[in-house]
C-alpha cells in the first residue's frame, strides 16, 4: 500500500471537484485502488461539500419540453434496448462513437446487426429448402392426381365400354372380372376377384380382336384374390370383340397370340 | 424511508428498464440539474441541452451506478456537471468569458425559481446552503467556484488569482470541509 500523506487529504478535495490534473490523478487513483480509510473517509466527507455547490445554483424550473422529449426518446428506445431514438432528439449532438466505450458498443451494435442478418439468411435458406421440397411433393402429388384422373377417365369417358367377363366352365365359379375399357385412348382398367390361382398356376388376361387374341399380361392378385389392373396401348391391331382369361402355367402362355392353358372367363363387347 | 432510501429504490426499477421510474427521478431532480447546468453554461439553451442529455446517459447508464459510492441523487449530479463542463470547454474561450460575465449579470434570473423542493425540509436546506456559501471565506468560495462551475484546475486557478499552488489547495479543502460540515449530511440528495 503507498503510505498515505498529508497531501493527499487535498488531492482529495482536488478529485471531489474533478479538478485534478492527469498526473496527480493517475497518482491519486493509484494510491485509492490500494486502499487508503483515511482517503475514502475524506471524500465521503468532502462529496457532501461539492453536492452544497451544486444547490448553490440560482434555483430555475427546467423546461417542460425536456421532460418530454426525454421520455419519448426512452419509450422509443424501448425499455429493455435502451438503444434511444436519434430523431426524436433533434439536437446537435457529439459522434457516440468519439469514445473507446462508445466505438465498443457501436462494434457490439455492427456484431449484433451482422448476426442478426445471418440467422435472417439463414432461415431464408432454410425456408427456400423447405418451399422447394413442399413444391416438389405437391407436383408429385399433382402427377399422381393427374394419372388417377386419366385413368378414372377410362371409366367415364363418352366411348367407355364395360365388359363383365364369365366363367366359361363349372371349374372356375368363384371367378369374377370386368373390364372397362376406352377405345378412343386404348386404355382398359381390369377389376378381377377370386384370381388366387392354383399352384404352379396363372391366370392370363387376352384381348380378341379380329385379327386374334393378343396377351395383356398376367394376373397378379393379391392374397384376397382381388386385382386391378391397368392395360395401355391395347387393340392396336383393331376393335376389341371380346377379353378372356386363360388359366396358364406360371409366367403365362409362351405364345403370345395364342393362350396354351384352358379360357376360364370371356366378355364380348356388345355391339 | 428516506430520501435516499426511496431514490434508491426506483433507480432499481429504472435499470430494471422502468421509464415511469425515470420520470419520477426527473421530476424530483430536474430542476437542480438544470439550475446546475444553467449556472456553468449560462445559457438557456445550452442547459436545456445538458439537461437531456444528462438523463438520457443516466438511462443508458443506469447499470453501473454502485449504492456503495454515493446517493442517486448525487450521481445525477455528477453526470448533470461533467456533461455541462463539456459542453462549456466546447464552447471556446472567448465565449466561457461571455458566460462568465452573464452568470454574474444574473443576480436574480428571470423567471422567478420554482424550487423543486416544496416541503418545509427542504426550504431548510436551501436556506443552509446559502448560509454556508456566504459563511465561506472570500478566497475559499471563490477558488471552490471557479473549480466547480467552472471546471478550472488548481493550478488554473493559482494563476488567475495569482495565489500559490499550495494555498489554493488548501482553501479548497478548507472551504469544502465547512460547507459540509454546515449542511446535514442527511439533507443532500
Not at chain 1, 419509450?75 to 449532438?93: E, F, N, W, Y
Not at chain 1, 473507446?100 to 457490439?108: K, Q
Not at chain 1, 385412348?185 to 399352384?199: C, K, S, Y
Not at chain 1, 388376361?205 to 392395360?231: E, F, K, N, Q
Request: proline share 6%; hydrophobic share 45%.
Amino acid at each position: 500500500m503507498s503510505r498515505h500523506r498529508d497531501d493527499h487529504l487535498e488531492m482529495c478535495a482536488a478529485h471531489v471537484l474533478g479538478v485534478l490534473d492527469d498526473a496527480g490523478r493517475a497518482e491519486f487513483e493509484a494510491h485509492l485502488a490500494e486502499g487508503c480509510p483515511e482517503c475514502e473517509a475524506e471524500l465521503r466527507s468532502l462529496s457532501g461539500g461539492a453536492l452544497v455547490l451544486a444547490m448553490s445554483a440560482p434555483q430555475h424550473r427546467a423546461p417542460a419540453a425536456v421532460r418530454a422529449r426525454v421520455l419519448a426518446a426512452i419509450d422509443s428506445g424501448g425499455a429493455s434496448g435502451r438503444q434511444l431514438d436519434a430523431s426524436v432528439i433533434a439536437l446537435p449532438r457529439r459522434p457516440w462513437v468519439a469514445s473507446p466505450a462508445g466505438a465498443l458498443l457501436a462494434a457490439a451494435a455492427v456484431i449484433a446487426v451482422a448476426l442478426a442478418g445471418i440467422t435472417a439468411w439463414r432461415r431464408t435458406e432454410e425456408l427456400t429448402r423447405e418451399l422447394t421440397a413442399a413444391r416438389a411433393h405437391t407436383d408429385s402429388l399433382q402427377r399422381v392426381l393427374d394419372e388417377e384422373q386419366r385413368w378414372a377417365s377410362v371409366m367415364t369417358a363418352p366411348d367407355s365400354r364395360t365388359v363383365t367377363l364369365a366363367p366359361t366352365g363349372p371349374g372356375a365359379p368363384a371367378l369374377a372380372a370386368e373390364v372397362h375399357y376406352d377405345p378412343a385412348t386404348g386404355r382398359a382398367l381390369l377389376f378381377a376377384q377370386g384370381f388366387t390361382a392354383p399352384n404352379a398356376r396363372d391366370y392370363e388376361l387376352w384381348a380378341i380382336t379380329a385379327a386374334g387374341p393378343t396377351s395383356l399380361g398376367v394376373v397378379h392378385a393379391g392374397p384376397d384374390g382381388r386385382a386391378v389392373v391397368r392395360l395401355e396401348r391395347i387393340a392396336r391391331d383393331g376393335a376389341v370383340a371380346a377379353f378372356a382369361v386363360s388359366l396358364e402355367a406360371t409366367g403365362g402362355s409362351p405364345d403370345p397370340h395364342k393362350p396354351s392353358g384352358p379360357v376360364v372367363m370371356l366378355g364380348k363387347l356388345a355391339g | 424511508m428516506n430520501e435516499t432510501e426511496r431514490d434508491r429504490r426506483c433507480w432499481e426499477r429504472v435499470a430494471g428498464g422502468d421509464p415511469t421510474a425515470l420520470a419520477e427521478l426527473y421530476d424530483r431532480y430536474a430542476d437542480l440539474l438544470y439550475s446546475l447546468a444553467l449556472r456553468i453554461v449560462g445559457s438557456a439553451s445550452d442547459a436545456e441541452e445538458v439537461l437531456q442529455d444528462s438523463w438520457l446517459q443516466a438511462w443508458r447508464s443506469a447499470r453501473s451506478y454502485d449504492p456503495a459510492r454515493g446517493a442517486v441523487g448525487a450521481w445525477l449530479v455528477t453526470i448533470a456537471r461533467s456533461r455541462a463542463l463539456d459542453r462549456l470547454r466546447g464552447l471556446g474561450s472567448r465565449r466561457r468569458a461571455e458566460t462568465a460575465a452573464s452568470v454574474e449579470a444574473q443576480a436574480e434570473p428571470p423567471p422567478p425559481a420554482a424550487d423543486p423542493a416544496t416541503g418545509y425540509a427542504r426550504r431548510v436546506l436551501r436556506n443552509d446552503v446559502a448560509t454556508a456559501i456566504t459563511a465561506l471565506a472570500p478566497q475559499q468560495r471563490r477558488v471552490v467556484e471557479m473549480a466547480y462551475f467552472e471546471g478550472l484546475s488548481q493550478s488554473e486557478i493559482a494563476t488567475q488569482l495569482g495565489a500559490p499552488l499550495g494555498t489554493v489547495k488548501s482553501w479548497t479543502r478548507q472551504a469544502l470541509m465547512k460547507l459540509r460540515e454546515r449542511v446535514p449530511v442527511e439533507a443532500l440528495p
